[in-house]
């Protein structure tokens, strides 16, 4: 089966780092998202990853090695408004979007 | 304006009613998707279409049907509404480019009795 694992809370501090990881298991492999997602509202898009390495964007990074089935999210200089779930999705042989439960990330003054 | 527009936002209904959440886009886009969200899962997807004449079953579309009228509207229907199909129901959509990302509605919260 298919299979996205994501840690389900992290805590973190205001104007810290915090890194949120996804490791998958798909039947082949065409990218991977991430999305923010505040309590109640839709979720928007902050990177997609189709190529071994990191891409940067702002405060926000995103890391993937397909070898190893892994990605991360990396959140810097932490602020309140970064308080919300993350969810990594992979895109599978046929397409199709595989989603991850969503990590919920708290983040304390 | 949201680009992506769903009604209701919220609907409480018993169980056996039919429901039918309503979706309407600006975006100009071909794709379009209904998705369900439950605590502590995924989001999955229910249905997905093409273009208008392009309708497909997702993971979990059973107890579910779609209408696309046109390029902009994507209607889920549940014909016989049950209580464990209360969910956050998201409506989203995607254009033509390499990345497929998703372009969301706000949700509709369904609650069915």
């Known amino acids: 089966g298919q299979n996205i694992d994501q840690p389900t809370e992290m805590t973190a501090t205001e104007g810290a780092i915090v890194q949120i990881n996804c490791t998958y298991q798909t039947s082949g492999f065409n990218g991977l998202f991430w999305y923010q997602q505040h309590a109640g509202e839709a979720p928007t898009f902050l990177s997609y990853?189709?190529l071994d390495g990191l891409e940067e964007k702002g405060r926000f990074s995103s890391f993937l090695s397909r070898s190893k089935g892994y990605s991360y999210l990396l959140l810097k200089e932490l602020q309140m408004k970064d308080s919300a779930s993350y969810l990594c999705?992979?895109?599978?042989?046929?397409?199709?979007?595989?989603w991850g439960a969503g990590t919920k990330l708290i983040i304390k003054p | 304006d949201a680009d992506v527009t769903q009604t209701p936002r919220n609907r409480i209904t018993k169980t056996g009613k039919r429901i039918m959440l309503e979706c309407s886009q600006t975006k100009g886009h071909d794709r379009m998707y209904w998705y369900r969200q439950d605590p502590g899962l995924g989001l999955r997807l229910i249905y997905y279409?093409?273009?208008?004449?392009?309708?497909n079953k997702g993971e979990i579309s059973d107890g579910y049907s779609v209408s696309r009228q046109a390029q902009a509207k994507f209607s889920l229907s549940l014909e016989s509404a049950i209580p464990n199909q209360t969910a956050l129901y998201f409506c989203?959509?995607?254009?033509?480019?390499?990345?497929?990302?998703?372009?969301f509605g706000e949700g509709s919260r369904l609650t069915v009795l």
């Open positions: 990853n189709v």
């Open positions: 989203a959509t995607s254009g033509p480019g390499d990345t497929g990302e998703l372009f």
């Open positions: 999705a992979v895109v599978d042989s046929n397409y199709q979007l595989i």
């Open positions: 279409s093409f273009d208008v004449k392009d309708i």
